[in-house]
């Protein structure tokens, strides 16, 4: 049943639009008949919901509830007076506003308990105030730029930006400075790399003159080893001339020491050559007996000049070594030639430079160069291997600073030791190839 006061009051106010409006009360119908009704009312209808504690069957409601099951099932929009109807279907419009009232109220109960004659007050404003459901307006297709200027709109629906607006900042945030770091990062280790090529480049560069240096060492032994083969092939070719006038088959012979005394200066060439070649760090497998043998035969000449015996005691079933062959062997030449300027007693009857081997572990080969000379001074062994700290009278100090640079290069390390006896000893290792650890 309708609020029968609300209804005369709605009555009087539409009174003056029936000309214009087809309007209709329908108060008399039961809740199921007047949810059947509006769902099939005449386009353009608009619905004015009022009150109904009870229908005609005498069944008792809550007014909101009933609004909302009418919003759900009417084809029109439905519009109400107050604003506890808000959010429960109707779509709005100037509400009579309880709180409000109720606020202003407030306001004059101050006024009169802080002394002010109650017949000074006086509350004109109907409490009124526009006010307006988001869903209710988007389901009837109603633009809010439709709604009066100070209109309230309630229930609205955030989008994703309105609801997370500061976590989506926080987060963009976040993923911008994520993205500059990993920019960052990604410029320091272009850098970096840049930065060590450019270290090796410079480490190979001096290890190549460490390499001519040395090789200039020996440069006088080097010209007696190769021309003793070369006085040999022009014998032999002389030889070879008075044979061919009157002995064929001993010019034969000439012709054939010819060919070895050629192939013997050609290996020392070709010895110099590999020593003095220039290319980049390039870590390959090595058998290490081969690379020994290849250092000791371009050294020889230089110990026979000084008495000394250089060889070598190096077992045959060592695993293969993986590193750079011709810095390795840059290492140990290094190592051989200033064990050999270690003796200097020409009446030293034990004059020699060893070259041993050692497997410790599985990872490491230890190589070791052992001589009978003077021995190193304890004082200065901290200084050994500092670049351009020298014991040599012509020396650069650069031999073993790079020997230690390569080594350390390799995952290995270089160092030194006085005998028991007499003279010392430089070792460094090398890392096994990873097919050949045990």
């Known amino acids: 049943m309708m609020d029968q006061n609300l209804k005369k009051l709605a009555v009087k106010a539409l009174s003056g639009l029936e000309n214009k409006y087809v309007i209709h009360y329908i108060d008399s119908y039961t809740k199921q008949d007047l949810l059947l009704k509006v769902a099939h009312l005449p386009k353009d209808s608009a619905i004015f919901f009022i009150s109904l504690f009870r229908d005609v069957s005498g069944q008792s409601f809550v007014p909101r509830d009933v609004m909302a099951e009418v919003s759900q099932k009417a084809n029109s929009p439905v519009f109400s007076m107050v604003d506890t109807y808000l959010g429960y279907g109707t779509v709005g419009g100037a ?3 309880a709180s409000y009232q109720g606020k202003k109220y407030a306001e004059m109960v101050v006024k009169i308990l802080a002394g002010e004659s109650l017949a000074n007050l006086q509350y004109t404003d109907k409490g009124n105030q526009l006010m307006f459901d988001w869903q209710q307006l988007k389901r009837c297709s109603i633009d809010e730029s439709r709604l009066p200027i100070g209109s309230i709109v309630r229930y609205r629906k955030l989008s994703t930006w309105e609801e997370h607006q500061w976590k989506i900042v926080g987060v963009s945030i976040i993923i911008v400075m994520q993205a500059l770091a990993m920019i960052g990062l990604l410029i320091q280790h272009k850098r970096r790399r840049r930065a060590e090529e450019e270290a090796q480049k410079l480490r190979d560069e001096r290890a190549h003159i460490s390499r001519v240096l040395a090789m200039g060492e020996i440069a006088a ?8 083969p070369l006085s040999a092939i022009r014998s032999y070719a002389q030889a070879a001339q008075r044979f061919l006038k009157n002995d064929p088959a001993e010019a034969s012979k000439a012709l054939s020491g010819i060919i070895t005394g050629n192939r013997r200066a050609e290996e020392v060439i070709k010895r110099i050559r590999m020593s003095l070649k220039k290319e980049p760090f390039k870590q390959t ?4 007996k081969g690379l020994v ?29 993986f590193g750079d062959r011709i810095q390795l062997q840059q290492v140990l030449f290094n190592l051989i030639l200033n064990a050999i300027e270690a003796i200097t007693d020409k009446n030293n009857t034990h004059a020699e430079v060893v070259v041993l081997a050692l497997q410790e572990n599985t990872q490491f080969i230890t190589l070791s160069i052992r001589d009978t000379g003077m021995g190193i001074d304890e004082q200065k062994a901290n200084s050994l291997f500092d670049a351009f700290y020298t014991t040599k009278a012509e020396g650069l100090g650069i031999g ?10 390799h995952s290995g390390r270089l160092w030194a030791t006085n005998n028991d006896d007499i003279g010392s ?6 890392p096994i190839c990873e097919d050949d650890k045990k």
């Open 285 to 288: 497998r090595i058998q290490l």
């Open 293 to 321: 043998e290849e250092v000791i035969e371009l050294a020889t000449s230089k110990a026979q000049e000084q008495n000394i015996s250089l060889k070598s005691e190096l077992i045959l079933d060592f695993p293969a070594t």
């Open 400 to 409: 073993l600073s790079i020997s230690r640079s390569i080594i350390e290069d």
């Open 221 to 228: 032994s080097l010209a007696h080893e190769i021309n003793q």
């Open 425 to 430: 000893t430089f070792s460094f290792t090398i």
């Open 95 to 97: 509400l009579l506003s």
